[in-house]
């Protein structure tokens, strides 16, 4: 073997030294290759929104609102002893059930654009029904609009800033305040679905996206018109609580009105908060290859998620609200015996049958009956209690497929 040669060696060395020199020097890249990073490489982690965890959540809490309403349902449905206002109490407490499932479901799809915003659409459109069902509700625990003008007739108005009222200083309550009410709750009834409508079709058009309040989008102006609908439909609900809040006493109403306007109003200013976080950048957008997602969709789930735990506690609240228990006892007739129940499916049938809203529509709206208030009254006589009309309530058993409507002149004016 030949001896090593030292001049091979110390070359062999400082050519080493050089390769080490450039190696940690950092070299220009090409723009077709990005560099290693020296760390561990992090991986994207999915949305809260797309997880399972997420999913699992929302959807306990779902179901589980579900079967606190429906068993609520089922009871309102089986001690079906005054229809006169189990009818609207049943379609309040079907809010819940429409709320949560639609908004579990605009969950789950909730990477698809084209989906959510049906669910969303459906569930918008029976907030409007809730409203005027509220109101009805409130119009039935105290005897029908004849009983309410013979109570609150002439009666000046309370001028307030804090109760909205500072506008209507120097009149009195009469029939066209009464009107005045059914008819602002009766506009969102038809303001929402049309909107809705109008959502759908802008959507299929790809003038529509959550969020995006550009003058070109149609989110900006359907946003607007809801929101004076929504707010002159709450307002004259407000107003009629104002003017009777001493004759709904007795059925504890503030429990009742604060869910009511909770559920829609809070909800629907919840979603715009959502909605302007997003804009202002402080809700994450989804940056991900696999998953594309309009402006404004990231806020509609969190918004729907929201709902979804939401419901729970709205649950809760209205089955103490609206307890069926009070009606338990009112099976009983005049003469002390158990009056014949209905099965829970005529009786289901008959709350969804909407005759009572097209009439009440046709009474408030056209133009022959402005001047008329409509009192009910019984085959065996109307009941009354100190020279006024008594509620419903108190002769529910009795009122049972025997009512009927008289229209009485009014010369009032509002």
């Not at 009195?172 to 009464?178: H, P």
């Not at 829609?264 to 804009?279: D, N």
Request: with cysteine.
């Amino acid at each position: 073997m030949s001896a090593v040669n030292l001049g091979d060696i110390l070359e062999g060395d400082r050519m080493v030294t050089e390769i080490i020199r450039i190696m940690g020097t950092p070299m220009p890249l090409s723009p077709n290759f990005s560099r290693i990073p020296d760390g561990p490489m992090l991986l994207e982690q999915p949305m809260f929104l797309m997880t399972t965890t997420a999913q699992a959540i929302s959807g306990f809490f779902v179901w589980t609102a579900l079967l606190i309403t429906c068993h609520q349902i089922y009871m309102h449905l089986r001690y079906y002893s005054c229809p006169n206002e189990q009818r609207y109490i049943v379609r309040i407490l079907f809010i819940v059930p429409i709320y949560a499932f639609d908004s579990w479901l605009s969950l789950l799809f909730f990477t698809n654009d084209q989906y959510y915003v049906y669910f969303d659409t459906v569930r918008d459109c029976y907030e409007a029904f809730v409203i005027y069902n509220f109101l009805s509700l409130c119009y039935e625990y105290l005897g029908g609009e004849s009983a309410i003008m013979s109570e609150i007739r002439g009666k000046p108005i309370e001028s307030s800033c804090m109760y909205g009222t500072c506008c209507l200083w120097g009149k009195t309550y009469s029939i066209g305040f009464l009107r005045f009410c059914k008819q602002a709750t009766l506009q969102f009834c038809v303001v929402k679905p049309l909107m809705a409508t109008i959502t759908v079709v802008l959507q299929a058009f790809g003038k529509y996206r959550d969020g995006d309040f550009d003058v070109a989008s149609g989110y900006l102006y359907v946003t607007i018109v809801y929101n004076i609908s929504v707010s002159l439909a709450l307002y004259a609900l407000f107003l009629f609580y104002f003017a009777t809040r001493e004759l709904l006493s007795p059925y504890s109403p503030v429990l009742k009105f604060f869910m009511v306007k909770s559920v829609i109003f809070l909800s629907f200013w919840q979603g715009m908060l959502l909605a302007i976080l997003e804009k202002c950048g402080a809700i994450p957008k989804i940056n991900s290859a696999d998953v594309s997602v309009g402006e404004g969709t990231v806020a509609a789930g969190y918004q729907n998620f929201i709902i979804c735990v939401e419901m729970f506690f709205a649950a809760l609240a209205l089955r103490h609200a609206f307890t069926y228990k009070v009606y338990v006892d009112k099976r009983l007739d005049a003469q002390g015996r158990c009056a014949p129940m209905k099965s829970i499916s005529s009786s289901l049938k008959e709350t969804m049958n909407p005759h009572d809203i097209v009439q009440d529509a046709i009474h408030n709206f056209s133009p022959a009956y402005q001047q008329y208030t409509q009192q009910s009254t019984l085959e065996h006589g109307t009941p009354w209690r100190n020279g006024h009309i008594i509620s419903r309530t108190h002769s529910c058993s009795s009122t049972r497929d025997n009512e009927k409507t008289l229209l009485l002149s009014s010369d009032d004016e509002f």
